[in-house]
């Protein structure tokens, strides 16, 4: 029973009967998961019951702790999966901190946002990525070689950063769940990379030889 706390932080029966009940229960079943949610390691496990019938709690549990890589990407795994079985958006609570996120975070937390907007967020979320694009060029205008040395050694950990918010960014733009690029448009984007990491994963496609008839 989801009332019954587990014995252990890590209970795979219990952990199952949350994921479940994130996907399928209504809000009735929320005394029951506050019941037996006892440890941290059941966080990710209620998040996504959370954000669907309760979602300022949720957002008040993902706050408290630290916005590291390691706890997002731990939390927001089962989040995503939830969301993504209904075929549903994020509620307005999460989606309007990852835009914060997106558009004044650093560029760690930024390329975190942008994936997670792509997965849950709303078709206007669009332009909030290309306007974080273009800040990320101009600000790194000129400062090609520094981005190339990223990630090698003697590198800058702020050209790292942006490499891969560059990438994590077109990645997103890319998507196409809730809009879509023609590929026109992503050749355009494109065409800005900084990296030549950026320039081969989003190198324009050859247009395909016209069938004979």
Known sequence: ???????????FPWSLRARLAARFATAAILPQVRSGWKY?????DVLPLLLRWSPDEAM??????????????????EIDKSFASRKAGFPPQLGDWLRQMLAD???NQASFAAYQLSQGGAKQDRTLLEARLGRLRQEWAGKGEEIEAAGKPGGSKPAEDARKLEIALLS??????????????????????MSAECRNHYRPKKPQPTELK
């Open 40 to 44: 941290p390691e059941q966080d990710k």
């Open 105 to 107: 975070g650093p560029d």
């Open 1 to 11: 029973m989801l009332s019954t706390p587990p014995a252990r932080p890590r209970d």
């Open 172 to 193: 997103a733009l890319s998507g196409k769940r809730f809009w879509s690029l023609s590929d026109e448009e992503l050749a355009s984007l494109a065409q800005g990379c």
């Open 60 to 77: 008040a549990k993902i706050k408290a702790g630290p916005i590291d890589d390691n706890r997002l990407f731990d939390l927001f795994f």
